[in-house]
């Protein structure tokens, strides 16, 4: 099964780091900043690890000490503090005497991999299968939310903008992958999923807004969600009133345009006029059906990542973008490459004039919380 963690600690920037590394490493997280709330979560979550930071004005180590005993956790125990810290060892050495499982403590500063090495035992050594869960079911219980994966400007380096892609949080099998609860296109779960995409990214939105900045987001969509004679003037609706709303991207599929190009160009033209544009994603060698068109009401076209990644030691993938570039070129559209894993990728995607880059050199989709707090950081370049 997924192992289970809980964060104790009072310091609310060090709870939300420890819970991304933990969940980065495939637990499912609970946090508690004050000791008497643990009992619950030790009642209703059965942890493997509690995780809590020591320090004179940090959280009751004492309290927490008693509560694990008297409740007779039997899951691991990880404290961290300052190097050479008297009330770390004395926390340590009197949750033995308990008989509390006492991992070796961790010092401040850390690293991830130093955590990681800390709780290697609990790790599962191959990932947990997920559940099939249906859409429906992930919806009333309030599992979904969105995840963002920054996009950036591949000459200056800033994050102008964000993908978002769902994610559904299972209480018992932490972060499930979207093949798992991904409709068909056809079905009728896929409307509600698209619905919920909408009105969470325009939550999100405002949420960036009053922590940082306005942030451009996109969204993807079926092109059946659009045949709804609704969808147009519900989008309008959905879309927020305030200034420093940029508008709204909506990416589909380069497969569905190309088979609906009559209705995507019309709905794409009616839509421009409300500040919601259209995206044409991962698109490869189906490139040629786009050319020759008297009217392109489309904002931008996304090379699919088959064709980017590792594309700095394939000429046949290099071709391909570069026609991609060139047909986005003139129509006076930007041109994005997704999967960009490698600074020779972006080396080579930078060279042959990519607007945008986007993909795991430059950061991993995140929780919106997560990625809020990353916003403030530059992107850094690394070997792979």
């Known amino acids: 099964?997924?192992?289970?963690?809980?964060?104790?600690?009072?310091?609310?920037?060090?709870?939300?780091?420890?819970?991304?590394?933990?969940?980065?490493?495939?637990?499912?997280?609970?946090?508690?900043?004050?000791?008497d709330q643990l009992g619950k979560i030790l009642e209703s979550q059965l942890p493997d690890l509690i995780v809590f930071g020591v320090s004179v004005d940090g959280i009751e180590a004492g309290k927490i000490l008693e509560i694990l005993v008297r409740r007779g956790f039997g899951g691991k125990v990880l404290t961290l503090g300052a190097r050479e810290s008297i009330i770390v060892k004395a926390v340590q050495q009197v949750g033995e005497e308990y008989g509390i499982a006492m991992l070796p403590p961790l010092t401040t500063p850390f690293a991830a991999d130093t955590?990681?090495?800390?709780?290697?035992?609990?790790?599962p050594e191959e990932p947990a299968p997920s559940p099939a869960v249906h859409v429906p079911e992930a919806l009333h219980a309030g599992w979904l939310e969105l995840w963002y994966q920054p996009k950036i400007d591949a000459r200056t380096l800033v994050?102008?903008?964000?993908?978002?892609?769902?994610?559904?949080?299972?209480?018992?099998?932490?972060?499930?992958?979207?093949?798992?609860?991904?409709?068909?296109?056809?079905?009728?779960?896929?409307?509600?999923?698209?619905?919920?995409?909408?009105?969470?990214?325009?939550?999100?939105?405002?949420?960036?807004?009053?922590?940082?900045s306005p942030t451009d987001i996109s969204i993807n969509l079926?092109?059946?969600?659009?045949?709804?004679?609704?969808?147009?003037?519900?989008?309008?609706?959905?879309?927020?009133?305030?200034?420093?709303?940029?508008?709204?991207?909506?990416?589909?599929n380069s497969t569905e345009v190309i088979d609906n190009l009559d209705l995507l160009i019309e709905f794409a033209k009616k839509m421009r006029l409300h500040n919601v544009a259209v995206s044409i994603d991962d698109l490869g060698t189906d490139w040629p059906?786009?050319?020759?068109?008297d009217t392109f009401p489309f904002a931008e076209l996304k090379v699919d990542r088959q064709?980017?990644?590792?594309?700095?030691?394939?000429?046949?993938?290099r071709t391909v973008c570069r026609r991609i570039i060139e047909l986005a070129r003139g129509y006076g559209v930007r041109v994005v490459a997704k999967g960009i894993e490698t600074r020779a990728d972006f080396v080579a995607a930078n060279e042959m004039g990519f607007d945008l880059v986007q993909g795991y050199l430059f950061g991993k989709p995140m929780a919106v919380k997560k990625f809020a707090r990353s916003a403030l950081a530059e992107p850094v370049l690394v070997s792979k």
């Not at 955590?115 to 790790?123: D, K, P, S």
């Not at 093949?179 to 325009?202: C, K």
């Not at 064709?307 to 993938?317: P, Q």
């Open 1 to 35: 099964m997924t192992p289970r963690a809980c964060v104790a600690d009072s310091k609310k920037h060090l709870r939300a780091f420890l819970t991304d590394v933990l969940e980065d490493l495939g637990f499912v997280t609970s946090e508690c900043a004050k000791a």
């Open 115 to 123: 955590l990681r090495e800390r709780i290697a035992m609990l790790l």
């Open 159 to 212: 994050r102008c903008g964000a993908e978002a892609l769902v994610r559904m949080r299972h209480p018992t099998w932490g972060v499930v992958p979207p093949g798992y609860f991904i409709p068909e296109d056809d079905d009728p779960d896929f409307l509600r999923l698209s619905d919920f995409v909408i009105d969470r990214a325009m939550e999100d939105w405002r949420y960036l807004l009053d922590q940082q």
């Open 222 to 252: 079926p092109v059946s969600f659009l045949r709804n004679p609704r969808a147009m003037p519900d989008l309008c609706h959905r879309m927020p009133t305030h200034p420093a709303f940029g508008g709204l991207l909506i990416e589909i």
């Open 289 to 293: 059906a786009l050319m020759g068109l």
């Open 307 to 317: 064709f980017v990644t590792g594309c700095a030691n394939d000429r046949l993938k």
